[in-house]
């Protein structure tokens, strides 16, 4: 038996109803989790390889909880380097599971969140949000923007100091906030609306953390109207689709 399948059987077994059963696979789980450099590669092992959602959805649940303990704090910085690796590049590979993208950008956030606070920061994350705004899949663009929002909480700094940067999210949130919900390629109109949501969070923390009188809060202002365009896309489409049933 590969290794990650013995994972993804603990995985289940912590969601089972019976209580011995659960109770051994919780056990099992939290030894797995006291060895890192075992631990970490497993679970992204499971979560390329399983066609089970409910483990790759605990699994993402389980990574955000672990890059906020001791679990991270006491990995070494070989395993820390390659867990960023790791969850960059299944990110990335997500085009058609929006939820997994989703949940996959909370868990990095969580850990971006983490670096920029405790460790030495996470210098490749930037760069790979800055490439991913290219992607025609909506499902990537939510998952960017997510952690453009989480960053702009946490290190608006961050996003400042690199050169370029706030004119490029700029042109990238303004263009994601015209889309419109009909259509838009790779998903359609609830992709579209995922992004444009992920883009309203992101435009409001970006301005929650920008000085109110500075420059590119009044670019990133403007922006703001592009939220009632949305609005009232929804709730059209919304109403179209309510007429159309049958």
């Avoid at 910085?77 to 950008?105: F, M, P, T, W, Y």
Wanted: with cysteine.
């Amino acid at each position: 038996m590969e290794a990650w399948k013995e994972f993804e059987g603990v995985c289940i077994g912590t969601q089972d109803p019976d209580n011995p059963t659960r109770i051994a696979a919780e056990r099992k789980y939290g030894e797995m989790r006291s060895n890192s450099s075992y631990y970490f590669p497993k679970l992204f092992q499971t979560l390329q390889s399983t066609n089970d959602s409910r483990v790759r959805m605990f699994c993402c649940v389980m990574l955000r909880q672990d890059v906020s303990s001791d679990v991270w704090g006491k990995s070494s910085s070989h395993v820390k380097g390659e867990v960023k690796k790791s969850i960059l590049r299944l990110v990335s590979s997500q085009q058609n599971d929006a939820k997994l993208c989703i949940a996959l950008a909370e868990a990095a956030g969580a850990l971006a969140s983490r670096c920029y606070k405790d460790d030495d920061g996470w210098p490749d994350l930037i760069p790979f949000i800055l490439k991913m705004s290219t992607s025609n899949h909506p499902s990537q663009t939510t998952a960017s923007l997510t952690l453009v929002a989480t960053i702009a909480e946490y290190a608006m700094e961050k996003l400042k100091s690199h050169k370029g940067t706030l004119e490029k999210l700029h042109g990238w949130i303004g263009k994601i906030l015209q889309m419109n919900v009909d259509g838009g390629g790779g998903g359609g109109g609830k992709a579209v609306v995922l992004a444009q949501v992920a883009a309203i969070k992101a435009l409001v923390q970006i301005l929650m953390s920008l000085k109110p009188d500075s420059p590119p809060a009044a670019a990133f202002g403007k922006l703001v109207g592009g939220i009632f365009k949305i609005t009232a896309d929804v709730s059209r489409k919304d109403m179209e689709d309510r007429l159309l049933e049958p």
